[in-house]
């Protein structure tokens, strides 16, 4: 992967280990290579990824929305920067420049991208890895709800694979690499 989407709060939340794991991510990614698409925040998770890819050398593509950067909530600094129209266009515009989704903490924004670019592999419209980092277990009722989601059949077995979850970034980034091989007919 030459390129990944980082969804992730433009807030810190209360626990360091999430702003942590955002400089992880970054640092890493400068140094292997991978371009980071993401929102363009200046602010929260979002700030601190981009801050630290940058510090590192790497690269980072921020998408905005001209409202949300008129808030004046946009890094300046970036590697590149797209001003779109609509938060459905920046969605659409990640999803082309990424070979890859990694999922961070987060609040509603964050749930609404994975959320879509989830359904958007689940009805075959790509096949790219998408990857949630459970830092200190954030995400551990949402991922029972999805669970639920199976047992009271609104989702079919297979879809519990269209994502894979991971408590350190190594082991995630090495799940991701791995390809998914499951038949059409059970996606849906």
Request: with cysteine; proline share 3%; aromatic share 10%.
């Amino acid at each position: 992967m030459k390129s990944i989407s980082v969804f992730c709060g433009a807030n810190k939340g209360f626990d360091p280990a999430y702003a942590t794991a955002a400089v992880e991510i970054g640092q890493t990614f400068a140094k292997q290579k991978i371009q980071i698409v993401y929102g363009a925040g200046n602010v929260g998770l979002m700030g601190i990824l981009a801050d630290a890819a940058l510090a590192a050398g790497g690269e980072v593509l921020g998408v905005i929305p001209d409202f949300l950067q008129k808030k004046e909530v946009c890094h300046k600094g970036l590697t590149e920067l797209i001003l779109t129209k609509t938060m459905h266009e920046r969605k659409q515009i990640m999803a082309e420049r990424s070979d890859g989704f990694l999922i961070l903490p987060g609040g509603f924004g964050t749930l609404d991208e994975f959320f879509e670019i989830l359904t958007w592999r689940q009805l075959r419209l790509h096949e790219k890895p998408i990857g949630v980092l459970d830092v200190g277990g954030y995400y551990q009722h949402l991922l029972a709800h999805v669970r639920q989601m199976f047992e009271k059949g609104f989702l079919r077995e297979a879809n519990l694979h269209l994502f894979v979850v991971a408590e350190n970034l190594p082991e995630l980034l090495e799940k991701m690499a791995q390809p998914v091989n499951i038949s059409e007919e059970k996606w849906l």
